[in-house]
């Protein structure tokens, strides 16, 4: 079973009304109106083997990485992170100063973002470490003027940028001690007319493809463009390898959007944001995603969307 | 470790802005204000082997168990679910069928109570079938007007007052069948001046504990006033027997909360509820949780607060 197929399959069978869900299954956030409020909930977890190894990364970067990832989705959304809830499935006999330390790792992450754990629940089990966290965001700008910004509003003739550099990161710290983009995509969305974002959890190409069937469109990406890593560069002598490292390697957590090409220009000559942010492509009408290279080459990239609707 | 004292350890570490939090960590939910409204989320997670048996119960009675506890959660704050998320691991090679099972089994009471999904992630793991869920819930009555029911708020003389009957609840199919009482909670808070609420989750002994705690009382409980539930009657031919079954299994999510004497005594002669309401004792001044039998015989209750802060 592929992960979007299942949710595929859950926005089939929900009826959301517009009033009170704007913003429903399949995308960073959902967003549910409570009075005059939107408010953005998001929620991940992460699973021992998974997504961690306990007996390696120890308990505290488990808790960290389970909030990060959330917070990452908030910055998707170009939203505040307003509090968080977990849940907490503990080996049987884990020591209460380990129990301790996830709390601690959730925190780490959370305060520097003003976000508070406001409720939970942990239990023992037979099973190995899950922390699943809840994360409530609000909307960003003065008096919350900025909309969440979608996955499905990109058009043909968008610009794709990226911000920092992408691949390895599960072969280095990153995967666990990333900062989620929360104030970059609060800027973005402030001064440059973001009009799609999504996170980069899957990987370049995965998660490309989710925003492009969000919204509607195709997309070429120019192979030279790319923000390789260190970690992906130095993997390897083999610069293709370094390529496919960062377009499909995962948990960069940075930052990938649409924007008009005019306002991405501005964007990359100013580099206002504390991490580079690269201009890597285009949308275009269809649905096909492009990877361009140097020499005029085109291959389809893993991750266009047509066959899998 | 008891997992009191390490949510005692959590609101030791927490230090919250009554403005943007007016209910932290401890209650059945937290309380997060967004703009001019009050946001309820609460967080609860079914694990297999601990909460239910999936090659016994199936994994749409997991689903159902894991949206239902936590309808009971929001149930204990009179407030009305208004949207859900969930994360669920999934053991690795589960079938398709399973998982939309499992999603159906939420769904089922879900859509009982208006409550729909709105966002979720699942994974697949070496590990067990486990279900987090979060529930957001906004305040009943006209334009909100209820405020969400604490634990906190019952006082010497208060009536102490139950819904429904009581143990037995996993020897039948109830742990996994209930129905979260969130009508009743509303009607009660709406017309009976409910000071304070718990749902019961970890058994009468225990949650009259936790309800006592937050309110700094004691209470006394008559023996035999406690409605005892046909499951745990029907258990034993050993009264005592019984009577312990009800004050201690567990499961039951019924209703436990206080009420002005005088209220109390309008509600049990009205019986407006589709379930019984029996008035089972009362709070008194003190930390001592007190059963009194019909001879006059005092015996302390297990769940009295004082020796565990």
Redesign the interface.
Known sequence: ?R?HE?ID??VA??K?DPA??PV??GDD??V?R??????L?????V?????FRLSEHGPRAAGRKAMARNLSDVAAMAAIP??A???V?LPRGMD?RD??DI?RGL?SVGDAFQC?????????????L?I?V?L?A?RAGVT?GIAPILRSGAKPGNALCVTGSLGGAWRTAHHLEFTPRIAEAICLAMNYGVKAMIDLSDGLATDLGHLCRASRVGAEVLAEAVPVSPAASELTANPAAALHAALCDGEDYELLFALPSRLARKLCDAQPLPVPVTRIGRFVAGDEITLVHGDGRREGLAGGWEHTT
Do not use: K, N
């Not at 409570?34 to 408010?39: C, R």
């Not at 699973?47 to 997504?51: P, S």
């Not at 754990?117 to 239990?123: A, I, P, S, T």
């Open positions: 079973m992960e299942f399959w859950i069978q929900t959301l009170t869900v429903g299954p956030c959902a549910v409570f009075g005059s409020s939107d408010v909930v998001t929620t991940d977890q699973l021992d083997g998974v997504h307003t509090a809830v977990a849940t499935s209460r129990v301790e709390y925190r508070p754990v406001v409720g939970g629940d942990v239990g023992s089990w037979d099973g190995p899950a699943s809840t409530l609000r919350g």
